[in-house]
């Protein structure tokens, strides 16, 4: 089953690559701007800082957010995929392919909970290990709010914790683009 729609994601993204859309609509001539930097969140395209490269109708979002200090190492790395179906002036409709690998490590006091022992002032600690990825498709809309800041709002469906769980996503971006 996991592998399966593993298989129809991959199959998805790579049908939706090669979709024809029929130009019908007059695209505005202004100065396109192929690159933004701002800020993402979502469950299948991670979260923190983000970069956005769009040459032409496929686009490559990267989001990151790394933490690290004595007792806590935690990163959210997320590369997107986006290709527009229908482009005008003010907004665009795209579908996407989010991927994202989280990993947190901590460390992790280990209290005594048998009250017959004495208290011991200097517990030991363990360092305790969480990692996986999420993987999702679907549909997005970007709107332009101003002329070089866009928004984008993502739903679809999302693999959960390395293909174990299937359920809805939604994400979301805020760029300034260059």
Same mark, same amino acid.
């Given at each position: 089953?996991?592998?399966?729609? $593993? ?86 409709? $795209? ?84």
């Amino acid at each position: 089953m996991k592998n399966n729609l $593993f298989k129809y994601s991959i199959l998805f993204l790579i049908i939706s690559l090669f979709i024809q859309t029929a130009k019908t609509q007059e695209v505005v001539k202004e100065k396109a701007f192929k690159h933004g930097i701002g800020a993402g969140i979502g469950y299948t395209t991670g979260y923190g800082l983000s970069y956005k490269y769009s040459p032409n109708l496929l686009a490559v979002q990267v989001n990151f957010a790394p933490y690290h200090n004595n007792e806590l190492d935690r990163y959210s790395v997320g590369v997107t995929l986006m290709y527009t179906l229908v482009k005008n002036n003010l907004s665009s409709l $795209f579908i996407y392919q989010g991927n994202h690998f989280y990993y947190n490590s901590e460390m992790v006091t280990i209290y005594e909970t048998d009250p017959n022992k004495p208290y011991n002032p200097n517990p030991p600690k363990q360092r305790v290990t969480d990692q996986y990825f999420n993987n999702g498709v679907g549909f997005g809309v970007d709107v332009t709010i101003a002329k070089r800041i866009s928004f984008n709002l993502m739903a679809g469906y999302a693999f959960y914790n390395n293909f174990k769980q299937i359920n809805l996503t939604g994400e979301t971006a805020l760029h300034y683009k260059f």
